[in-house]
């Protein structure tokens, strides 16, 4: 099983990024997948959250109406569109993987940096 992130970087505030996280070893299509973060000295955070492909998904308020999650099943791949980033979004992300019931599993990626400063 992988989850692998990329895209994340160093951007000033007001840029954007895109971050993707694809994944194998797994039924891709039927896992709950959602990105977290982290920022030093503080506790990982859901991000964002996508059941389906044809999903908007769920947002934690800090990001809501600047990022976007969404997913590409036939790729077996996850996106987070980040606009109108601030240095709070400063954190490493990470893609998560989760199965509920029959078949249960939870799995993380490594984790990609974004740093947001001018």
């Known amino acids: 099983v992988q989850l692998v992130e990329s895209g994340g970087g160093l951007v000033q505030p007001g840029g954007s990024l895109r971050l993707s996280c694809v994944a194998s070893?797994?039924?891709?299509?039927?896992?709950?997948m959602s990105w977290f973060r982290q920022a030093p000295g503080k506790g990982r955070e859901l991000v964002a959250q996508i059941i389906s492909a044809g999903d908007s998904g769920v947002y934690a308020d800090s990001v809501k109406c600047r990022f976007t999650i969404s997913r590409d099943n036939a790729k077996n791949t996850v996106y987070l569109q980040m606009n109108s980033l601030r240095p709070e979004d400063t954190a490493v992300y990470f893609c998560?993987?989760?199965?509920?019931?029959?078949?249960?599993?939870?799995?993380w990626g490594q984790g990609t940096q974004v740093t947001v400063s001018s």
């Open positions: 998560n993987a989760v199965r509920i019931g029959p078949g249960r599993f939870d799995y």
């Open positions: 070893g797994f039924t891709f299509s039927s896992a709950y």
